[in-house]
């Protein structure tokens, strides 16, 4: 059995996570015969600058404020790449956006998102998978897409 949670509210270096991503986004785009473009890159830049989701228009002031002028739809097509390749997903009750944790590896996106500090941590756990899968197959239901959201209140915010 993996389990696998990116705990986003414990304390670390942001900046790793975004080499991380981008070293990431560079071998998946070489596997795929894609290009990361800058205004790519920047944008799974900026995502990974927290882990709070960002709406596109949070992305395109975050980019505005530090560099050249982008228009919201030149960040609309950088994130429908970064969907399409799933080194993003998109958390559909807060119309915003994250970092995927896990782009190597075939997941369902599940979401611990704290209500109280606005941080998200990505959860892999194989014990989810196999629940969803048993109840679409029993229900005969053919899954286009799985998300599940955990709205509630982090270690940190407990207090």
Known sequence: MITNYRIAYQQHDHQRCISS??????????????????????????????????????????INQTEHRVLPPTV??????????????????????????????PHSDTFLICRQCGSVAECCDDIIEQAISEATQRARFLPESRS?????????CQG
């Open 21 to 62: 991503a981008i070293s990431r986004a560079e071998a998946l785009c070489r596997q795929q015969n894609a290009r990361l473009t800058p205004t790519r890159r920047r944008v799974l830049s900026v995502i990974w600058q927290s882990h709070r989701p960002l709406g596109a228009y949070a992305i395109t002031e975050a």
């Open 148 to 156: 599940l959201e955990i709205l509630g209140l982090c270690p940190g």
């Open 76 to 105: 609309y097509r950088a994130i429908d790449f970064l969907l399409e390749l799933g080194l993003i997903h998109r958390i559909d009750s807060l119309n915003a956006y994250i970092g995927c944790a896990f782009p190597d590896a």
